[in-house]
């Protein structure tokens, strides 16, 4: 399998946002897959949705989305792709693991499994 910068950037943002979403997720799941609907499947809603968008806006360096843009993220899996497609095309960049650790240890989750 060729790795294309995309699908490099995508597996290097996926544990993040795994972790990150079942830590804020207010649905505790054991596990949190990208399968898992955000508001369905985890019970978020908008102010968990905006909690998420800004701690991955400031962790990458993502520029805001539009309303018609977040609406289109449903699963998990679609917040990945987009994080790992603005990382693959320069418009955001991957954070260093030790601001990783220092955004998740504010919710003092640690090293937990994702």
Avoid: C, W
């Amino acid at each position: 399998m060729t790795h294309t910068p995309a699908a490099s950037a995508t597996e290097a943002v996926a544990p993040v946002v795994l972790r990150m979403t079942r830590l804020i997720a207010p649905r505790k799941l054991p596990e949190v897959t990208p399968e898992h609907r955000l508001i369905g499947d985890l019970g978020f809603h908008s102010l968990v949705l905006a909690e998420l968008g800004y701690n991955l806006e400031d962790l990458y360096g993502l520029r805001s989305l539009t309303p018609e843009e977040a609406m289109k993220l449903e699963r998990v899996g679609d917040v990945i792709g987009f994080v790992g497609a603005e990382v693959a095309a320069g418009r955001a960049q991957l954070p260093a693991d030790d601001e990783v650790e220092l955004l998740l240890a504010r919710y003092d989750i640690g090293d937990s499994p994702v």
